[in-house]
């Protein structure tokens, strides 16, 4: 299968990825992730830092940091591959949206698990899932039959939505009492969207043509 073009899809693995490099060869990675992670505390009202980003920004500062290679390689691998179908779709400005919605939906929902969380949230995982959400709902094949009066649609989100927060509980399982720290709930925040914009986002860029 052909991966189509994306520019936006590109523009955001570049930006990402340069902006890892740099931080990361400049030792600025703690800091980085103090100034621009999503804290759910200081949405709360329960930490004040000094210096760091407004608490509004910070979801969309969060999804250009990354722990280590390994957390950038396979965000950047999901992107670059569902976020060019999904552009391709969708299009440059409804990707654009999709990602940015991911991003806060992802944080609120991180937000709503632990509000007094002081540990700063980092990565781009809670936009890529809506990104996937999106892929899922466009690309999958959809042998899903209307229930009664409940339509296909409806029941295909609701399908893949409790696919993917029972994945996600297993992620969570797999990795209890480690050091490695998963936002599960930032995963399925950003998922959900991705499933209910999938189809307007869809129209919204067919009726502009």
């Given at each position: 299968?052909?991966?189509?073009?994306?520019?936006?899809?590109?523009?955001?693995?570049?930006?990402?990825?340069?902006?890892?490099?740099?931080?990361?060869?400049?030792?600025?990675?703690?800091?980085?992730?103090?100034?621009?992670?999503?804290?759910?505390?200081?949405?709360?009202?329960?930490?004040?830092?000094?210096?760091?980003?407004?608490?509004?920004?910070?979801?969309?500062?969060?999804?250009?940091?990354?722990?280590?290679i390994f957390h950038l390689a396979f965000n950047m691998l999901m992107l670059f591959?569902?976020?060019?179908?999904?552009?391709?779709?969708?299009?440059?400005?409804?990707?654009?949206?999709?990602?940015?919605?991911?991003?806060?939906?992802?944080?609120?929902?991180?937000?709503?698990?632990?509000?007094?969380?002081?540990?700063?949230?980092?990565?781009?995982?809670?936009?890529?899932?809506?990104?996937?959400?999106?892929?899922?709902?466009?690309?999958?094949?959809?042998?899903?039959?209307?229930?009664?009066?409940?339509?296909?649609?409806?029941?295909?989100?609701?399908?893949?939505?409790?696919?993917?927060?029972?994945?996600?509980?297993?992620?969570?399982?797999?990795?209890?009492?480690?050091?490695?720290r998963i936002a599960i709930a930032a995963h399925i925040g950003g998922f959900i969207?991705?499933?209910?914009?999938?189809?307007?986002?869809?129209?919204?860029r067919y009726r502009r043509a």
């Amino acid at each position: 299968m052909k991966i189509p073009q994306g520019k936006v899809t590109n523009a955001l693995v570049i930006a990402t990825s340069a902006i890892w490099l740099t931080l990361t060869l400049g030792g600025y990675q703690d800091l980085a992730a103090g100034a621009g992670g999503f804290f759910p505390a200081r949405i709360s009202g329960a930490l004040v830092l000094q210096g760091a980003l407004p608490a509004w920004l910070t979801p969309l500062s969060a999804v250009l940091l990354h722990a280590d290679i390994f957390h950038l390689a396979f965000n950047m691998l999901m992107l670059f591959y569902c976020g060019r179908f999904v552009e391709a779709a969708i299009g440059p400005g409804g990707l654009g949206a999709l990602y940015v919605v991911g991003a806060y939906a992802s944080a609120a929902a991180e937000y709503l698990w632990n509000p007094g969380n002081v540990v700063p949230m980092i990565g781009a995982s809670g936009a890529i899932s809506a990104v996937i959400g999106c892929y899922a709902m466009l690309f999958g094949q959809n042998r899903i039959k209307p229930l009664g009066p409940i339509p296909a649609r409806a029941i295909q989100i609701v399908w893949l939505a409790v696919a993917w927060v029972v994945i996600q509980g297993l992620i969570g399982i797999a990795t209890w009492g480690s050091m490695t720290r998963i936002a599960i709930a930032a995963h399925i925040g950003g998922f959900i969207p991705g499933l209910l914009l999938a189809r307007p986002l869809l129209l919204w860029r067919y009726r502009r043509a």
